[in-house]
Nanobody, 124 residues
Framework: QVQLVESGGGLVQTGGSLRLSCTAS????????MGWFRQAPGKEREFVAA????????DYAKFVTGRFTISIDNAKNTLYLQMNSLKPEDTAVYYC?????????????????WGQGTQVTVSS
């Protein structure tokens, strides 16, 4: 049974930092890319960042603008999202996901597996 389990969310002030983690289990993910998405209340789920399992390729949403960094530790089957300079508009539930797509990393429906999400709240 495939499981993606996120952790690391919480409440932080504007300008603060958080590091999200996502541990994957239940299958071999070497042919997958891993992504982070977020969903704010009343809004659609949106792409944040993605990385190939090897770590060689990365993609970011434009709004990240150098504030967030995605990384992966293959030995631990763990995905990370380092978030710096957080803003109130970053408040959302953050999800990790896995896809076999080689290119369409920003598209929600391309992802096969999803975690349950972790809440990030940025206070002003």
């Amino acid at each position: 049974q495939v499981q993606l389990v996120e952790s690391g969310g919480g409440l932080v002030q504007t300008g603060g930092s958080l590091r999200l983690s996502c541990t994957a289990s239940g299958r071999t993910f070497s042919s997958y890319a891993m992504g982070w998405f977020r969903q704010a209340p009343g809004k659609e789920r949106e792409f944040v960042a993605a990385i190939s399992w090897s770590g060689r390729n990365r993609d970011y949403a434009k709004f990240v603008t150098g504030r967030f960094t995605i990384s992966i530790d293959n030995a631990k089957n763990t995905l990370y999202l380092q978030m710096n300079s957080l803003k109130p508009e970053d408040t959302a539930v953050y999800y990790c996901a896995a896809t076999k797509s080689g290119s369409s990393w920003s598209i929600v429906r391309e992802y096969d597996y999803w975690g349950q999400g972790t809440q990030v709240t940025v206070s002003s």
